[in-house]
T-cell receptor, first 112, second 114 residues
Framework: DAKTTQPNSMESNEEEPVHLPCNHS???????IHWYRQLPSQGPEYVIH???SNVNNRMASLAIAEDRKSSTLILHRATLRDAAVYYC?????????????FGTGTRLKVLA | NAGVTQTPKFQVLKTGQSMTLQCAQD?????MYWYRQDPGMGLRLIYY???????DKGEVPNGYNVSRLNKREFSLRLESAAPSQTSVYFC?????????????FGNGTRLTVT
């Protein structure tokens, strides 16, 4: 299965940018890189995804390395509400659908 | 629009008891998934269903069975609960391969087995 590696935890000051790294050296050509986040006592929620090119949406930006073996989720200005566990996942086509295997994620702490 | 609904929200079982966790989605999604999350850990895939009538094992299927009753519903059954199955269980859905859609999660069922 496609596993990813992330730091266990990171800290950021409020209003500053945050760069959350992820390594996925076993990525295959058709795997999409997805990011989800999980707020306390909730199910994970979708943040952003990409294949090869960098991506932006209202929540974050995703920077993908040229060899696709790593990626970085960028929160441009962290707020206290961004404190969560962030998961980097490879979405792989398996048995007629997409399989999403979660790793342990990065717990982001935002300091006021 | 309710999204993904899981019932019950909380459950306490004694070792050896059985129960079924229910999940329903109202987004007309093809694929559905069951995950478990142990304290301080990430999510692990138990079973998934690409479409109505099909199911496949994930990373940790032992001790569980699933039923894709129809397109909306995907249930998870514990036949003989064990303390090691104490966890938070999340159901998720996505459109599947025909068009892009991310995973949509329910709010989880917190299960304690004593």
């Amino acid at each position: 299965d496609a596993k990813t590696t992330q730091p266990n935890s990171m800290e950021s000051n409020e209003e500053e940018p945050v760069h959350l790294p992820c390594n996925h050296s076993t990525i295959s050509g058709t795997d999409y890189i997805h990011w989800y986040r999980q707020l306390p006592s909730q199910g994970p929620e979708y943040v952003i995804h990409g294949l090869t090119s960098n991506v932006n949406n209202r929540m974050a930006s995703l920077a993908i390395a040229e060899d696709r073996k790593s990626s970085t989720l960028i929160l441009h200005r962290a707020t206290l509400r961004d404190a969560a566990v962030y998961y980097c996942i490879l979405r792989r086509l398996t048995s007629g659908t997409y399989k999403y295997i979660f790793g342990t994620g990065t717990r982001l702490k935002v300091l006021a | 629009n309710a999204g993904v609904t899981q019932t019950p929200k909380f459950q306490v079982l004694k070792t050896g008891q059985s129960m079924t966790l229910q999940c329903a989605q109202d987004m007309n999604h093809n694929s559905m998934y069951w995950y478990r999350q142990d304290p301080g850990m990430g999510l692990r895939l138990i079973y998934y269903s690409a479409s109505e009538g099909t199911t496949d094992k994930g990373e940790v299927p032992n001790g569980y069975n699933v039923s894709r009753l129809n397109k909306r519903e995907f249930s998870l059954r514990l036949e003989s609960a064990a303390p090691s199955q104490t966890s938070v269980y999340f159901c998720a859905s996505s459109e599947g391969v025909r068009s892009y859609s991310p995973l949509h999660f329910g709010n989880g069922t917190r299960l304690t087995v004593t």
